[in-house]
T-cell receptor, first 110, second 113 residues
Framework: RKEVEQDPGPFNVPEGATVAFNCTYS??????FFWYRQDCRKEPKLLMS???SGNEDGRFTAQLNRASQYISLLIRDSKLSDSATYLC???????????FGTGTRLTIIP | DAGVTQSPTHLIKTRGQQVTLRCSPK?????VSWYQQALGQGPQFIFQ???????QRGNFPDRFSGHQFPNYSSELNVNALLLGDSALYLC????????????FGSGTRLTVV
């Protein structure tokens, strides 16, 4: 089983729609959780950290369910500029590495 | 404030050759990690350097080695290149202090032919 699993997509969504991504992780001791965004042939950039209480940043909402080892990202009112690959990332306590999922590719259609 | 800088941006090497990639961390960061990202995959952790020592290593063979210098910059060396080493190599730096987080460089795209 992969440490971090994501649906690779692609997701093709009309502009203005709401889209949700899901991610599961295998290590119950994982400590920190993130969503990164990666544009084509560019480096990953931190989109947001994910907290147990859930957190929101503008049109983006992230949720963490530790019991189910499940992370989600919701994008509301999607824009053309949201087209990118979204990477689910986990960091285990006492572990220096970030573990990435394979990423979910999103294309917003005008 | 300069972010993470990597050089070169692109590189083509022949199978069996050796390659050295370079990384300068973001100002104020003292810890450097290297990741390999194959096409269509997420980045995979190679190793991390702190205080000029390898602190942790991922599942990569000994052909992959690294170094960190006193100014916190780092090199990634790959010996005996294989076609499968073709990938985007990303360097990430962090300070280990709040606000926590890693800053990635734009990467070096290595093609082995």
């Amino acid at each position: 089983r992969k440490e971090v699993e994501q649906d690779p997509g692609p997701f093709n969504v009309p502009e203005g729609a709401t889209v949700a991504f899901n991610c599961t992780y295998s290590n119950s001791a994982s400590q920190s959780f993130f969503w990164y965004r990666q544009d084509c042939r560019k480096e990953p950039k931190l989109l947001m950290s994910v907290y147990s209480s859930g957190n929101e940043d503008g049109r983006f909402t992230a949720q963490l369910n530790r019991a189910s080892q499940y992370i989600s990202l919701l994008i509301r009112d999607s824009k053309l500029s949201d087209s990118a690959t979204y990477l689910c990332v986990v960091n285990d306590f006492g572990n220096e590495k970030l573990t990435f999922g394979t990423g979910t590719r999103l294309t917003i259609i005008p | 404030d300069a972010g993470v800088t990597q050089s070169p941006t692109h590189l083509i090497k022949t199978r069996g050759q050796q390659v050295t990639l370079r990384c300068s961390p973001k100002s104020g960061h003292d810890t450097v990690s290297w990741y390999q990202q194959a096409l269509g995959q997420g980045p995979q952790f190679i190793f991390q350097y702190y205080e000029e020592e390898e602190r942790q290593r991922g599942n990569f063979p000994d052909r992959f080695s690294g170094h960190q210098f006193p100014n916190y910059s780092s090199e990634l060396n790959v010996n005996a290149l294989l076609l499968g080493d073709s990938a985007l190599y990303l360097c990430a730096s962090t300070s280990g202090l709040p606000p926590y987080g890693y800053t990635f460089g734009s990467g070096t795209r290595l093609t082995v032919v």
